[in-house]
Every structure is written in C-alpha cells, then in structure tokens.
C-alpha cells in the first residue's frame, strides 16, 4: 500500500505562484507514474499533469502548459507541481496520484492506484 500526502495548497493573488508537493510512503515510488488532478467545487474532476517514472517524460493540459510544470525527486519520494501566473479558474483541489502497475504517466484518472488526501488551491482576482 501506497500513502500520497500533498502539500502546498493556500491562498495566492491571480499572477503569484504555489508549489505542490506529494510525498510517497514506501520504497517503491521511483518505478510509479505519477500525475496531478484538479477538482473544482462542483465540476469533475481534470487531468493537470502527468511524469513517467524516471522525470524524462511529462505532459500537460492545454490549460496550463506552458504555466505548470511537474517533476518528481525519487530520492525524496515526492512529486512536484510548480504553478506559475496562476488564474482564478486554477482554482480546485489538487490530488496527486500513482501508477503502480506502470512507470508512464497517464491522463485517466482511472488507470491509477493510489490517491492523495488533495490540497486546496484558491486563487483571489
């Protein structure tokens, strides 16, 4: 079993930036593709960011390519999301998850194992 702990959510002006972190338990994380989801209140939950197992590999949804990047350190077990020139529509729950039965990346959120707890993201205008 896999615990996935974000952290980094808060209160940020539209423009600022915020860092996501999410933390692995176990000593398996390294062969995992992770990605970043977003949910906001009253809508699905959205593919934001996926990374393969070795950070060689990473895609993102149009809607903030460009803005985010995600990168993982396996010798901390944790997954980054780095935001920039975050918008009010940035605004959701952000969740992490991990593939245990691939090292890709993927943007269906059914094809992973684990989830994290999420961390709030609130971007004021």
């Known amino acids: 079993q896999v615990q996935l702990v974000e952290s980094g959510g808060g209160l940020v002006q539209a423009g600022d930036s915020l860092r996501l972190s999410c933390e692995a338990s176990?000593?398996?994380?390294?062969?995992?593709?992770m990605g970043w989801f977003r949910q906001a209140l009253g809508k699905e939950r959205e593919f934001v960011a996926t990374?393969?197992?070795?950070?060689?590999?990473?895609y993102y949804a149009d809607s903030v390519k460009g803005r985010f990047t995600i990168s993982r350190d396996n010798a901390k077990n944790t997954v980054y999301l780095q935001m920039n020139s975050l918008k009010p529509e940035d605004a959701a729950v952000y969740y992490c998850?991990?593939?245990?039965?691939?090292?890709?990346?993927?943007?269906?959120?059914?094809?992973?194992?684990?989830w994290g707890q999420g961390t709030q993201v609130t971007v004021s205008s």
């Open positions: 176990g000593r398996t994380f390294s062969s995992y593709g």
């Open positions: 998850a991990a593939r245990r039965v691939s090292r890709a990346g993927s943007t269906w959120p059914n094809e992973y194992d684990y």
């Open positions: 990374i393969n197992w070795s950070g060689a590999s990473t």
